[in-house]
């Protein structure tokens, strides 16, 4: 089993930063790629930005590309998220995913437990 904890979520007037963390935890032999959705209010959960952990390769959705950064720190399994120039429609809760292997090679598509981030105009 893997856990994932978020941190960092919260309150920030449109404009300004938040940065987002993920620590993964468990049954990982192989983290394969870490990533942030969100899901706002009547919409499906949607992918924000993707790292794989090996070659380091990054996705980001159209709507945050220029302003959201992803990163990691293979070593102790964390993603984080720094998020500028937020806008209102930015608000909303934030998921991490991890796509892990056991050491019996068996896949995991884990999920954290989200953080509400909410962007004020």
């Known amino acids: 089993q893997v856990q994932l904890v978020e941190s960092g979520g919260g309150l920030v007037q449109a404009g300004g930063s938040l940065t987002l963390s993920c620590v993964a935890s468990?049954?990982?032999?192989?983290?394969?790629?870490m990533a942030w959705y969100r899901q706002t209010a009547g919409k499906q959960r949607e992918l924000v930005a993707l790292?794989?952990?090996?070659?380091?390769?990054?996705k980001y959705s159209d709507s945050v590309k220029g302003r959201f950064t992803i990163s990691r720190d293979n070593a102790k399994n964390i993603v984080t998220l720094q998020m500028t120039s937020l806008k209102p429609e930015d608000t909303g809760v934030y998921y991490c995913?991890?796509?892990?292997?056991?050491?019996?090679?068996?896949?995991?598509?884990?999920w954290g437990q989200g953080t509400q981030v909410t962007v004020s105009s």
């Open positions: 468990g049954n990982i032999f192989i983290l394969n790629a």
């Open positions: 995913n991890a796509d892990s292997l056991d050491r019996d090679l068996r896949r995991s598509d884990s």
């Open positions: 790292i794989t952990t090996n070659s380091g390769g990054t």
